[in-house]
């Protein structure tokens, strides 16, 4: 997938404006805090069911809230926030995502701040592993449904400038009964330098009570 353009100008983000495929690219950002969670969506479920949990099942998708609540503290739960959307804009986690549901790929234009800092003048390794983290777990969500990250390896070959914009190209290799793999690498956006590769195993939680989460992630996207 061929990016050709990106401005900072909408809603202050990094924005591909044109890319090679425009009719089978998707615009998706569930990251942008005033779309995420959508309101006739997710608000206020939660992804684990405690009492599953406790029996050491997972992944029956139910309101938070509701029923038993002491592995989650309601209030606590009601401030919950997107870990990549905690910080001011332009300080921490400034990115889009294109999918390409043809391909199964996701590209995802990163642009962090400076309180992403690691070693001075770098991106501290954890913030990019966080960007890789969703990236291939959104891959693996619009692919595979409701998942959780079961391995994620990362090569670090080059250090990140900080404040640098990079692209995450990941790919959805294989889907293995309940097991998705999903391999990305991080470059910069002339496409000359290698920063970091990954592969990465997710696997579905409940796939008999899964419900539509790719469409909803994908109502999360603004009007085009
Ligand atoms: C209401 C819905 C709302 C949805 C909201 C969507 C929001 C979208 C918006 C924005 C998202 C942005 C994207 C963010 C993405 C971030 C994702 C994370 O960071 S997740 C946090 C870190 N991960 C954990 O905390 C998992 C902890 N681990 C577990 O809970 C379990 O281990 C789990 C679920 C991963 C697997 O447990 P089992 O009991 O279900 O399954 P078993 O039987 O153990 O494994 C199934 C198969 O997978 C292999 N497997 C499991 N773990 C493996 C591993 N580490 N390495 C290799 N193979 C492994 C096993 O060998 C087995 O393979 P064989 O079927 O036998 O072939």
Same mark, same amino acid.
């Given at each position: 997938?061929?990016?050709?353009?990106?401005?900072?100008?909408? %809603? #202050? *983000? +990094? $924005? @591909? !404006? =044109? %890319? #090679? *495929? +425009? $009719? @089978? !690219? =998707? %615009?998706?950002? +569930? $990251? @942008?805090?005033?779309?995420?969670? +959508?309101?006739?969506?997710?608000?206020?479920?939660?992804?684990?069911?405690?009492?599953?949990?406790?029996?050491?099942?997972?992944?029956?998708?139910?309101?938070?809230?509701?029923?038993?609540?002491?592995?989650?503290?309601?209030?606590?739960?009601?401030?919950?926030?997107?870990?990549?959307?905690?910080?001011?804009?332009?300080?921490?986690?400034?990115?889009?995502?294109?999918?390409?549901?043809?391909?199964k790929?996701?590209?995802?234009?990163?642009?962090?701040?400076?309180?992403?800092?690691?070693?001075?003048?770098?991106?501290?390794?954890?913030?990019?592993?966080?960007?890789?983290?969703?990236?291939?777990g959104?891959n693996a969500i619009v692919s595979g449904g409701i998942v959780?990250?079961?391995?994620?390896?990362?090569?670090?070959?080059?250090?990140?400038?900080?404040?640098?914009?990079?692209?995450?190209?990941?790919?959805l290799?294989?889907i293995?009964g309940r097991k998705l793999?999903v391999?990305?690498?991080?470059?910069?956006?002339?496409?000359?330098?290698?920063?970091?590769?990954?592969?990465?195993?997710f696997v579905k939680l409940?796939p008999?009570?899964e419900?539509?989460i790719k469409?909803?992630?994908?109502?999360?996207?603004?009007?085009?």
């Amino acid at each position: 997938m061929q990016i050709d353009y990106y401005s900072n100008t909408q %809603d #202050g *983000h +990094p $924005h @591909v !404006v =044109k %890319d #090679g *495929h +425009p $009719h @089978v !690219v =998707k %615009d998706c950002r +569930p $990251h @942008v805090s005033t779309r995420w969670p +959508p309101r006739d969506g997710l608000q206020g479920k939660a992804v684990v069911d405690e009492q599953a949990y406790r029996e050491g099942k997972l992944g029956t998708a139910r309101p938070a809230g509701e029923g038993t609540s002491e592995l989650i503290n309601k209030e606590k739960l009601s401030q919950g926030r997107l870990f990549t959307r905690s910080f001011e804009d332009g300080l921490g986690f400034e990115y889009v995502m294109f999918y390409n549901d043809a391909e199964k790929r996701i590209v995802c234009v990163f642009q962090g701040g400076p309180h992403l800092q690691g070693m001075p003048g770098f991106f501290h390794g954890g913030a990019i592993a966080t960007m890789i983290d969703a990236t291939v777990g959104m891959n693996a969500i619009v692919s595979g449904g409701i998942v959780m990250t079961a391995n994620l390896n990362i090569n670090f070959k080059r250090p990140i400038p900080l404040c640098s914009i990079v692209l995450i190209n990941s790919q959805l290799d294989k889907i293995e009964g309940r097991k998705l793999l999903v391999s990305c690498n991080v470059q910069s956006v002339d496409e000359k330098i290698l920063y970091t590769e990954a592969t990465s195993l997710f696997v579905k939680l409940n796939p008999e009570k899964e419900f539509d989460i790719k469409e909803l992630v994908l109502k999360s996207a603004p009007p085009a």
